[in-house]
């Protein structure tokens, strides 16, 4: 735990001084105005929910990986990856604690979007079902963890893997529903959208702000948890495998 | 001085297509970069879906193809940034020739690469969402999208000219002048949709001009507008290559007087 | 008529101003060059030295058109650096150090045939000049090698063959070999030897006593934005005024002595157990030389000092151990 927490600490010092990596929550305000924009232009304010949702989910989701996929990799620009494989500490308690305060940071992009939503288009958000909204986020910050953690060591394994880095984004906001909900999706693409934690995250968070009573909630929480849960499991026996590669080789690249 | 330019240009590329074999190769092309820009042209034609309307699915369909394509043409503004971090800035100023075409050139490996993804947009995903072409109607979208894509890319040079006194936000620049693009200049709504200072802007916009074209092509409606739209983008093209020299000539005159210039 | 020279230096000075975000006025700060005068011949090679932070690369990027004057005036090739920096950008050629200043992902030689471009070579010309300087500086068997995968030595040598792509009359070298190991430094200086043998005009900048001594015609020295003794007449001077005589078997009498001889500056001991006396002119150092035949001295050695010794003479006072 206290090694969480000083992972934690580092990475919010680290977050204050590379504005670089805030880029997620430069462009959410903007990206807020686009969807909305849409939405009163087709004169549909019941869908302001999924305009001002939508933004804050990319902003999370973006900015996790980014930061949680260089984690490593500028570990070992400074030097200072062998160094902390050289001590006694377990590290993947240190990551998840930096990759959980990225992702906490995140969150910042939903307060932007509810922001230019009341102030720059005076639609007024109400959230139904707080109770719901706060849980759903919570559960959905431990998912994104956990799936953050699994980029950190995926990226240093595998060059290849690093180059569809592009390709995290805009494929899974389609599956992971964040502006249109996967029930839309053509069939084919749905289940693969089931096992994306975001679409679970993204349908909850939605509900939460809509008057109508929402279905089955503990059941669709407990799957964001537990996609979360695997993600952060794979996240885990990635690092170890970094780690013991590093070890033995005394390089951690696979190259390739 | 064109043959000067063309061959400084054309060396200056050289170095554009070094860069671009280092970050694709044919397979993360096609499976990395491709895969995401018609997930990102399909995330925003499926909001016409959301609405349930299928005009505004097309229209989204052509915004979000003519979206991309900005988004690639703006890397130029990290790319003209790798030139400084290079070290090769004092070199070039002592050189004999205008550093215009080294920076023209530099970054044309996006231009290509721009154009493949969003004509596959418009013509391949085009029709899954309801966008037809006709021979004719897609020859002449084509035509613009190329037009579009050359005065962007000039757009970019002077937006990179920024960038150059102040690299480390080179992404961040980059991307929140594709998001605004994506905003006002017509790939979501309308132009009119905004207010008369904001329209002004987008005026200044390439992208708005060849978005209005393309928006009348795909419904079929050929009309004198998209000849004027053309000329139109000649124009403004122009203009930011302008703008591009002379924000260059005086970031060089500024570096000479403060010594901003460094020496690796 | 006599030519003009190559490099004429007057009355130059730069001073850097920091400018407070939003204040009206810069506020006046270092003085990076001050009242510099300085003549380079052609067919030279002048060596600037100094130690770090001395002013030589402020006056390097003077040279090279790319920092202005604020006050002086620098003529370079008959063209001044001010009024008419095309044509001086037309006949120099301009070599840096450090690891920056060539493009990584491009070949060696896709790097000379960009520099060839920029300088408005092209077609048979550029090739064949391209042709002629990978082969000069042992890069023929390595130019269609991407410049990343290269040695610091061998990056160095294509800086070189890039600075002279277009045959420039002046070559600015700024500090060179910064960096470079030994083995490749030296290397490096025998290219540069090889340049001035065909009687190139090479302004060399560097805090490297040894480089310079071996590769230049002439010296100047360069603190705090003052050069010191650009006169070669003055430099020779200096060169014989500080004198040294070693000798072994001194007894302490004899020591006590000698250092009472007028122009005897110092007295020290050296590891090898002979003590060296510092005379500031030559009938000085004649009259040691004469006290110590007399105490029946046998082993004594007389030698010149280096540059170095020069160097820690004029700079030492005042720099301590900035020398690096």
């Known amino acids: ?144 963890s956990g799936h953050a953690g699994v980029m950190t060591s995926l990226f240093v394994l595998s060059r290849s893997a690093r180059i569809f880095q592009n390709s995290l984004s805009f494929p899974f906001y389609v599956l992971g529903g964040v502006l249109v909900p996967v029930a839309l999706l053509p069939a084919f693409l749905r289940p693969v959208s089931t096992v994306v934690f975001l679409s679970w995250s993204a349908d909850l968070l939605r509900d939460s702000l809509r008057p109508a009573a929402p279905d089955s909630p503990v059941l669709r929480v407990g799957m964001v948890l537990g996609l979360g849960a695997a993600g952060a499991a794979l996240s885990w026996w990635l690092l170890s495998v970094v780690l013991r590669r590093a070890r033995r080789t005394g390089s951690i690249a696979l190259g390739g | ?238 203009g930011w290559l302008g703008i591009g020299a002379s924000l260059l000539a005086a970031l060089v005159g500024l570096g000479r007087r403060r010594g901003t210039l460094e020496f690796p | 008529m006599t030519e003009s020279p190559c490099i004429e230096i007057e009355g130059l000075t730069r001073t850097f101003s920091h ?100 300088y408005g070579l092209h077609g048979t010309a550029l090739r064949s000049r391209i042709d002629e300087l990978t082969e000069r500086f042992g890069l023929t068997t390595r130019q269609h090698d991407r410049v990343e995968t290269f040695s610091r030595g061998m990056k160095q040598r294509v800086h070189l063959a890039r600075g002279l792509i277009a045959d420039p009359e002046l070559l600015l070298l700024d500090e060179p070999t910064d960096g470079l190991d030994p083995v490749a430094a030296t290397e490096f200086r025998a290219l540069v030897g090889q340049l001035r043998a065909e009687g190139r005009t090479i302004l060399l900048t560097t805090h490297n006593m040894a480089e310079a001594e071996q590769v230049c015609d002439r010296v100047s020295f360069i603190d705090n934005g003052t050069i010191l003794d650009a006169d070669p007449a003055t430099l020779s001077a200096l060169v014989s005024r500080y004198e040294r005589i070693d000798a072994l078997g001194v007894t302490e009498p004899t020591r006590a002595r000698v250092s009472t001889i007028a122009g005897v500056e110092r007295v020290e001991d050296l590891p090898d157990g002979y003590v060296r006396f510092h005379a500031t002119d030559r009938p000085a150092a004649t009259a040691v030389l004469r006290a110590l035949v007399d105490a029946e001295v046998t082993r004594i050695r007389n030698s010149e000092p280096s540059l170095e010794e020069i160097y820690l003479h004029l700079m030492g006072g005042q720099r301590g151990m900035r020398v690096d």
């Not at chain 3, 810069?26 to 002013?55: F, K, M, R, S």
């Open chain 3, 19 to 118: 400018r407070i975000f939003l204040a009206r006025r810069p506020i006046t700060g270092t003085i990076a060059l001050d009242h510099v005068n300085l003549i380079v011949e052609y067919g030279e090679v002048h060596g600037l030295l100094g130690p770090n932070g001395a002013g030589k690369t402020t006056l390097c990027k003077i040279l090279a058109t790319i920092l202005l004057p604020t006050a002086g005036t620098v003529t370079v090739c008959g063209s001044d650096v001010v009024t008419d920096p095309r044509a001086v950008r037309r006949r120099i050629g301009i070599v840096l150090g450090g690891d920056r200043g060539l493009y990584g992902r491009l070949t060696a030689r896709q790097n000379l045939r960009h520099w060839g471009a920029l």
């Open chain 1, 1 to 144: 735990m206290r090694l969480l927490l000083t992972g934690a600490a580092y990475q919010l010092r680290l977050l204050r001084r590379s504005p670089g990596d805030l880029i997620a929550l430069a462009t959410t305000p903007l990206l807020t105005v686009v969807f909305l924009a849409v939405v009163e232009h087709n004169g549909r304010p019941d869908l302001a929910v999924n305009a001002v949702l939508a933004p804050a989910l990319i902003a999370l989701w973006g900015m996790s990986l980014l930061i949680a996929g260089d984690m490593i990799d500028a570990e070992r620009a400074t030097g200072t990856f062998e160094v902390l494989v050289a001590t006694p500490a377990r590290l993947w308690p240190l990551f998840t604690g930096r990759v959980l305060v990225v992702t906490v940071v995140s969150l910042l992009g939903l307060v932007e979007s509810w922001l230019v939503a009341t102030v720059v288009f005076g639609v007024p958000l109400r959230v139904a079902h707080p109770g719901l909204f706060a849980v759903t986020l919570l559960a959905t910050v431990l998912a994104m």
């Open chain 2, 1 to 238: 001085m064109v043959s000067t330019w063309w061959r400084v240009g054309r060396a200056s590329a050289a170095n554009a297509f070094a860069d671009l074999v280092v970050i694709y190769t044919p397979a993360s092309w096609v499976f990395g970069w491709l895969v995401r820009v018609l997930a990102q042209v399909a995330f925003y034609a499926l909001i016409g879906t959301l609405l349930e309307s299928p005009a505004q699915q097309r229209f989204l369909l052509v915004g979000g193809a003519v979206t991309v394509m900005v988004t690639e043409v703006l890397l130029v503004c990290a790319s003209t940034a790798w030139e400084r971090q290079a070290g090769t800035l004092p070199l070039l100023v002592v050189a004999p020739v205008s550093m215009v075409p080294v920076f023209l050139g530099r970054s044309v490996q996006w231009i290509p690469s721009a154009l493949a993804t969003s004509s596959i947009a418009l013509f391949a995903l085009g029709p899954v969402f309801g966008v037809g072409w006709t021979v004719g109607t897609a020859l002449l979208a084509w035509a613009v999208l190329v037009l579009t894509c050359l005065a962007t890319y000039l757009f970019g040079f002077a937006v990179s000219m920024l960038v150059l006194g102040f690299i480390e936000l080179r992404n961040l620049v980059g991307a929140v002048v594709t998001a605004i693009t994506t905003a006002i200049s017509g790939a979501v709504v309308p132009v009119d949709f905004w207010p008369a200072g904001v329209r002004f802007v987008a005026h200044l916009l390439p992208a708005t001009y060849g978005l209005d074209a393309l928006h009348r092509l795909s419904r079929e409606e050929i009309t004198f507008t998209i000849l004027s739209n053309a000329g139109l983008l000649v124009l403004v093209g122009v």
